[in-house]
């Protein structure tokens, strides 16, 4: 199998979950900032950890990481509990905290080595290793080139190879494409989807980018108010908002009237100014054959026609809202 | 039990790791405008305040140029660190790498303590070559310079545990702290010239027995055995960083 940087690496022998979190829980004065959560990410896996802001992601995180400590509940990160064995814990982490910078007063060599060394990795494999990464980053033409003067994009890629340099299993990074680039943004996605499936790394990742999470995550969990809503995998996120899935009809000329459909559970909004409507379902097949029926019937010739499933951030509002809702009422 | 995991092993590598985290320090904090400016010309302006157009021998303010390098120079840095760490936001990164607190305190220390060290070689190196003074004990001097060096980094560790992220702060705390001692630990008037009631407020102070050593080791008359002061300077280093750990303990069970 070859690393990231081209070396052959071996598959790590693992436990089966790479992070268990056990009702960690987080309090500031009176204020519950996390609330009891518990959940496991297998080795391996891609996790992604989404919610509003304030709702007690970036705390849950360092809390995992061992910055600060929970005021109940722990962790175990590849079987070392953060809190009784943090040193342990943390030799398998590779770390990007949100808003993180690199060390401006050092080279970009110099950063990578220096957390080459704070991960004990031996000066031969550090040099080769540390090599490899600036390349797979795009960032070994800037190797002499302080901290200060990398732009945010390639900053975040040193920040990368920072936490990859001490050949972590579990990788925690916070918000990592936030405010990047297009090309910065897509580099370190590729190269983290690269990793987790040619190495094995499971990663832990915070992200407002619903997209993003979409794309990478194989399961992701939803934090709001400090709570875990719900854990699962995107498509069975998606599936579990059934009345959010919906059929997109356009037609070649704008609509007089709007399609007749016999079930109160169906709504019907139009788009592309009037030459399109939007059927939120729960049936979308019978719906579109309905539909293709009416436009028949009304001399009526249409354009396209597709059937839609509800997207992350759809599943994200409707988990948040609903809970918010459900919190409002609870007053 | 495997080699990493023996207790010997562990403190070993945090041992190890303390050095990685005192070289980063030297690398990127020598030579901040603040550890320049508190560190090297401070004292140094401050010291010829006081000894120009004073009738005293120049060899007789080596003793005291000496001890305020140690004092000013190794307590600059310390102060510095954790707070700037924190602004430049890198302080998560180091605090969530395999090195302990203690490796991270003890790393500072020595950084602080060897930027001491190696800055009075100045001021001993030019009163020695300028000036009549001349060294009576080695041992007294390096336990003097070292010790000292050592306690006074630990002091700037500990300056540094305060929760803020603006070094400035801390700078100024440090101030409020360092002034007055110079003026109750002998260092422009030796301690048994002082008053009685500055002598027991001096008792209090490390670098009284910082000051002392190296009045000693430059042929004067010492006020405390030399074990004394060796082992108030290591008294004093090991209590400020077990301080410094407990406040910063504190900081991250309450999750700031």
């Known amino acids: 199998m070859q690393g990231a940087g081209g070396r052959a690496v071996a598959r790590r022998e693992a436990p089966v979950n790479a992070i268990e979190a056990r009702g960690l829980t987080r309090r500031y004065g009176p204020l519950l900032a996390v609330d009891h959560v518990s959940f496991t990410v297998r080795a391996g896996e891609i996790f992604g950890f989404l919610g509003p802001n304030g709702a007690g992601k970036s705390t849950t995180v360092r809390m995992l990481t061992g910055y600060i400590a929970p005021s109940e509940g722990t962790a175990l990160l590849d079987g070392h509990d953060i809190v009784r064995d943090g040193v342990a814990a943390r030799q398998r982490l590779g770390v990007v905290p949100e808003e993180a910078s690199v060390y401006q007063d050092l080279t970009v060599w110099q950063n990578v ?66 405010g990047l680039d297009v090309a910065s943004a897509r580099l370190i996605r590729e190269t983290v989807s690269r990793l987790n499936r040619e190495q094995g790394l499971t990663v832990f990742l915070t992200t407002h980018n619903l997209e993003e999470a979409n794309e990478l995550c194989h399961r992701v969990g939803i ?82 026609i597709a059937t839609r499933t509800p997207s992350l951030e759809e599943v994200f509002l409707a988990v948040t809202g609903a809970r918010a809702r459900g919190a409002e009422a609870g007053r | 039990m495997s ?15 303390a050095v990685v985290v005192a070289k980063k320090d030297a690398m990127i904090y020598y030579l901040k405008a603040p550890v320049i400016t508190f560190g090297l010309i401070f004292p140094v302006f401050f010291f010829l305040a006081f000894a120009i157009g004073r009738a005293v021998p120049p060899g007789a303010l080596v003793p005291g140029m000496l001890a305020m390098a140690v004092f000013f120079s190794a307590s600059a840095v310390g102060p510095l660190i954790t707070p700037w760490e924190r602004q430049a936001r ?27 060290a190696v800055v009075s070689l100045i001021p001993l190196g030019l009163g020695l070559a300028v000036t009549s003074a001349h060294v ?31 070094p400035s702060e801390v700078m100024m705390l440090s101030n409020l702290v360092r002034l007055p001692l110079i003026f109750v630990s002998g260092v422009f008037v030796p301690l ?26 430059l042929g004067e008359a010492a006020v405390f055995p030399p074990w004394v002061s060796a082992s108030a300077l290591t008294g004093f280093a090991a209590a400020f960083v077990a301080l410094a750990a407990l406040l910063h303990r504190r900081r991250r069970r309450a999750g700031t």
């Open chain 2, 90 to 116: 890198t302080y998560e990164r180091l605090a969530t790498s395999p090195a302990s607190l203690e490796a991270i305190l003890l790393g500072d220390l020595l950084a602080a303590a060897a930027f001491g």
């Open chain 1, 223 to 304: 934090i709001h108010r400090g709570r875990l809503a719900v854990v699962d995998t995107p498509y069975a996120l998606r599936g579990t908002i059934e009345a959010r899935r919906s059929v997109e009809v356009t037609f070649a000329e704008p609509l007089e009237i709007m399609p007749e459909i016999d079930d109160p559970e169906v709504e019907v909004e139009p788009f592309a100014g009037a030459t399109g409507v939007r059927i939120f379902t729960r049936a979308p097949g019978r719906i579109a054959q309905e539909i293709g029926v009416w436009a028949t019937r009304q001399g009526l010739r249409i354009e396209s």
């Open chain 1, 113 to 178: 080595m220096l957390m080459a060394e704070l991960y004990a990795v031996p000066r031969a494999r550090r040099t080769r290793h540390g090599g490899d990464l600036l390349a797979l980053f795009g960032l070994d033409a800037r190797k002499a080139d302080k901290g200060r003067s990398l732009s945010k994009g390639l900053r975040q890629r040193l920040m990368l190879c920072m936490a990859l340099v001490g050949e972590p299993t579990i990788l925690f990074l916070d918000e990592p494409t936030t």
């Open chain 2, 136 to 166: 009576v004990s080695p041992g007294r001097l390096l336990g003097g310079v070292v010790l000292g060096a050592v306690a006074f980094g630990a002091l700037g560790v500990l300056l540094a545990a305060r929760d803020t992220d603006a």
């Open chain 2, 3 to 17: 080699r990493d995991r023996h207790p010997a092993g562990v403190w070993a590598r945090q041992a190890r790791l």
């Open chain 2, 192 to 217: 048994a010239d002082l008053p009685a009631w500055s002598q027991w407020v001096g008792f209090l102070s490390p670098l009284s027995y910082c000051v002392d050593l190296v009045r000693a080791s």
